[in-house]
């Protein structure tokens, strides 16, 4: 037991912290951006309704090799959006942790959608009437009537949001590659232990995130089973 202990001590946990780091900052960050996005997904019925939905999906069913490759190139020092961040912004987005911020993002974004989307489109539509014929707009509406009735929809969004960005690999080695302390994330600390037969390491940060992961959506499904329960 004590050289266990001991052995799991030396390990650098580092891969982990910067996991967490990049999951709360990109969960945070899709928060705000998907939820004027939700609202009018769920509002509009434009025709184009359907290609939106088909292209914020996309990350779901594209190889995450495929999307790392493209961010990667749109990344790029060569193309108008990397040249754009680096000149006006001293900002290189290959390699570096803002990069795998944005990369996150992008393919973190329907995890974040659908279930806030689903929430609003699964709301009575006279609740949202009757804020309406009370005189509120829009944004009123949105934030005193709507988010507090799709509070499981909501949680449920966050934590698949972060717990998706945490376990995600291809497309972080694509965009920031495996740097030490800057890029250098859980499961791809996870591959090179493996690369390197220490299997011992790789066990330990496996078995951390098993258990997080199950502890994060046993709490979700206990929250939603309770609220239903509630409701009944």
Same mark, same amino acid.
């Given at each position: 037991?004590?050289?266990?202990?001991?052995?799991?001590?030396?390990?650098?946990?580092?891969?982990?912290?910067?996991?967490?780091?990049?999951?709360?900052?990109?969960?945070?960050?899709?928060?705000?951006?998907?939820?004027?996005?939700?609202?009018?997904?769920?509002?509009? =019925?434009?025709? %184009?309704?359907?290609? $939106?939905?088909?292209? #914020? +999906?996309?990350? *779901?069913?594209?190889?995450?090799? /495929? !999307?790392?490759?493209?961010?990667?190139?749109?990344?790029?020092?060569?193309?108008?959006?990397?040249?754009?961040?680096?000149?006006?912004?001293?900002?290189?987005?290959?390699?570096?942790?803002?990069?795998?911020?944005?990369?996150?993002?992008?393919?973190?974004?329907?995890?974040?959608?659908?279930?806030?989307?689903?929430?609003?489109?699964?709301?009575?539509?006279?609740?949202?009437?009757?804020?309406?014929?009370?005189?509120?707009?829009?944004?009123?509406?949105?934030?005193?009537?709507?988010?507090?009735?799709? =509070?499981?929809? %909501?949680?449920?969004? $966050?934590?698949?949001? #972060? +717990?998706?960005? *945490?376990?995600?690999?291809?497309? /972080? !080695?694509?965009?920031?590659?495996?740097?030490?302390?800057?890029?250098?994330?859980?499961?791809?600390?996870?591959?090179?232990y493996v690369e390197n037969l220490d299997y011992f390491s790789a066990h330990i940060y496996s078995l951390i995130?098993?258990?997080?992961?199950?502890?994060?959506?046993?709490?979700?499904?206990?929250?939603?089973?309770?609220?239903?329960?509630?409701?009944?």
């Amino acid at each position: 037991m004590d050289t266990l202990l001991n052995k799991v001590s030396q390990l650098d946990f580092t891969p982990l912290l910067l996991s967490f780091k990049l999951a709360f900052i990109t969960t945070l960050i899709l928060f705000f951006i998907v939820l004027p996005l939700a609202w009018f997904l769920s509002q509009t =019925k434009s025709k %184009i309704k359907p290609f $939106l939905e088909a292209f #914020f +999906a996309l990350p *779901i069913v594209l190889p995450p090799t /495929v !999307l790392g490759f493209y961010i990667l190139w749109a990344f790029s020092q060569n193309s108008p959006l990397g040249e754009f961040f680096q000149k006006y912004f001293d900002i290189s987005l290959v390699f570096s942790f803002p990069g795998i911020v944005v990369a996150s993002c992008i393919y973190s974004l329907p995890f974040m959608l659908q279930p806030i989307q689903s929430g609003i489109e699964s709301l009575n539509k006279s609740i949202i009437e009757a804020s309406y014929t009370l005189g509120k707009n829009k944004i009123e509406t949105l934030f005193r009537v709507v988010l507090p009735n799709i =509070k499981p929809s %909501i949680i449920t969004a $966050l934590i698949i949001t #972060f +717990a998706h960005t *945490i376990g995600e690999f291809g497309v /972080v !080695l694509m965009v920031g590659g495996s740097i030490p302390g800057v890029t250098k994330v859980a499961s791809i600390a996870i591959y090179e232990y493996v690369e390197n037969l220490d299997y011992f390491s790789a066990h330990i940060y496996s078995l951390i995130l098993l258990i997080l992961s199950f502890i994060v959506l046993f709490f979700v499904y206990v929250y939603n089973y309770s609220k239903k329960y509630k409701e009944i």
